[in-house]
C-alpha cells in the first residue's frame, strides 16, 4: 500500500506540476489530487522539492532509455535522424506531462544539479549524436539546440492545436525539415 499511494503522489504531482508549474505548486494541491492529507504526503517524500528530484530523475531515465535505445538501432546519419527524431516525438507524445516537466525543470534553473546514474541526460544522447557526426558541418552544440528546439515546438504547438495533423505525419514531417536543413548546412559547411 505504500508504494502504490507514493506512486500515486507521483503521478497526480506530475500532472499538476505540468499544468500548473513547479513552483506555484503545493503539498496541498497535491495532497488534494491524491485525496489524501498532507501529512500523508511527508511519510513518502520530506519535501516538495524531493517529489520534483524523483520525478525528474525517473521522467529523464525514462526520455534517456528510449532515445538511447532509438539511435541504437539506426546504420547512418539519415537513419539514425530519423529514429531520433520520431523517438523524440513519440516520448513527448505518450507521456506529455513528464516531457512538458522536464522541459519546465530546465527553464526554471532548479537550484540544484541533478544526473543520471550514469552522469548523462537525455540531451546528450543528441550531442552524442552531433558530435560523432561533425561531417554535417555544424558544431555539435548547435546541432543539437536546433534538433531539440525544433521538436520541443512542434510539440508544443501542437498541443496548442496550431498542428492539427496525425502524430505520424507530424514526425515523418518534422524529420524532413530536420533533414533538409542538415543537408543544407552539409553543403554549406557552417561550422
Do not use: C, W
Not at 505504500?2 to 506512486?7: E, H, L, S
Not at 539506426?74 to 537513419?79: G, P, S
Not at 558541418?137 to 543539437?144: D, N, R
Amino acid at each position: 500500500m505504500p508504494r502504490r499511494t507514493r506512486n500515486r503522489i507521483l503521478h497526480e504531482a506530475l500532472k499538476i506540476f505540468s499544468n500548473k508549474g513547479i513552483r506555484e505548486t503545493t503539498i496541498k494541491d497535491i495532497a488534494r489530487a491524491v485525496g489524501i492529507t498532507e501529512g500523508a504526503i511527508y511519510r513518502h517524500f520530506d519535501s516538495k522539492e524531493q517529489i520534483v528530484k524523483s520525478l525528474f530523475l525517473n521522467s529523464s531515465q525514462e526520455f534517456y532509455t528510449h532515445l538511447n535505445s532509438a539511435l541504437s538501432k539506426a546504420q547512418n546519419f539519415e537513419e539514425a535522424l530519423k529514429n531520433l527524431s520520431e523517438a523524440f516525438l513519440n516520448y513527448a507524445f505518450t507521456n506529455p506531462e513528464a516531457f512538458k516537466f522536464i522541459n519546465l525543470f530546465h527553464y526554471f534553473k532548479i537550484d540544484y544539479e541533478l544526473r543520471l546514474k550514469d552522469g548523462k541526460m537525455p540531451k546528450d544522447v543528441i550531442y552524442e549524436f552531433f558530435k560523432s557526426h561533425e561531417e554535417i558541418g555544424i558544431q555539435p552544440e548547435y546541432a543539437t539546440a536546433l534538433f531539440i528546439g525544433t521538436l520541443e515546438r512542434i510539440f508544443l504547438f501542437y498541443e496548442m492545436g496550431f498542428i492539427d495533423d496525425i502524430e505520424e505525419d507530424i514526425q515523418e514531417k518534422a524529420y524532413k525539415l530536420l533533414l533538409s536543413i542538415f543537408r543544407k548546412a552539409s553543403k554549406e559547411n557552417l561550422s
